[in-house]
């Protein structure tokens, strides 16, 4: 019975402050929380995870959940990882992805805690695993001296998405990424995911936007393509 508990999808849409904000609970991972997501002016859908265990929320945000790739339309997106604690916050790397990633992450070259994947269909976090996620094209730069290959741990500043990753280079020399913002604003694009569909062209229905991270926190968002 805890076991099927713990699978139940917690979900709500309430207002805030003027707009809309939907509180989301990823119940399969006990160390997190439902919370009101943060503000994302202009992005009506929005989704957060948030881990008290290790003090980070995990958002992602929507401009819209219609949209019309044929005539142009893309997604307008934000996903962004948050320190939520008032003072520096040291997070080691993992590898806890909800999700098997289609494809391994660049290293060097993506330095985020994240995955994103896309599926054709309507998912939730109960059925997710069981299904395949839309084929994209992953180019990676070469490898140099001065590349990190090994990531050890994030530095982030107090009540912020401005982190250091700090790890090991090529060579084996202690390395970091320098402070970098994990607020990332459109760089999500439908079209990446659309290699799969004959002259890539999306079939109208519904579709699934996924983002994980090292962490084991998960978002969920659906859009239609009409």
Request: charged share 10%.
């Amino acid at each position: 019975m805890k076991s099927a508990l713990w699978a139940i999808l917690l979900v709500a849409v309430v207002v805030v402050a003027g707009g809309v904000a939907l509180l989301y609970s990823n119940s399969g991972n006990p160390g997190s929380t439902t919370v009101t997501a943060p503000q994302f002016p202009g992005y009506p859908a929005v989704a957060t995870d948030s881990d008290s265990a290790i003090g980070v929320d995990l958002s992602l945000a929507l401009n819209s959940t219609v949209i019309s790739p044929g005539q142009g339309q893309d997604l307008q997106t934000v996903v962004e990882v948050l320190n939520i604690l008032p003072r520096v916050n040291n997070v080691s790397v993992a590898n806890d992805f909800p999700v098997r990633p289609l494809q391994a992450k660049c290293l060097p070259g993506d330095y985020t805690p994240i995955v994103i994947q896309m599926y054709s269909g309507r998912y939730d976090s109960g059925n997710i695993t069981d299904a395949s996620p839309l084929p994209y094209i992953l180019s990676c730069p070469a490898v140099s001296s001065g590349s990190m290959v090994a990531e050890y741990y994030y530095l982030f500043q107090p009540d912020s998405a401005n982190a250091t990753l700090y790890g090991r280079d090529y060579v084996g020399n202690l390395s970091n990424t320098g402070q970098m913002s994990l607020r990332l604003v459109d760089q999500i694009s439908i079209h990446q995911f659309s290699s799969g569909f004959p002259n890539g062209a999306f079939p109208a229905g519904t579709y699934t936007l996924m983002v994980e991270d090292w962490w084991g926190q998960m978002v969920i968002l659906h859009f239609q393509v009409v």
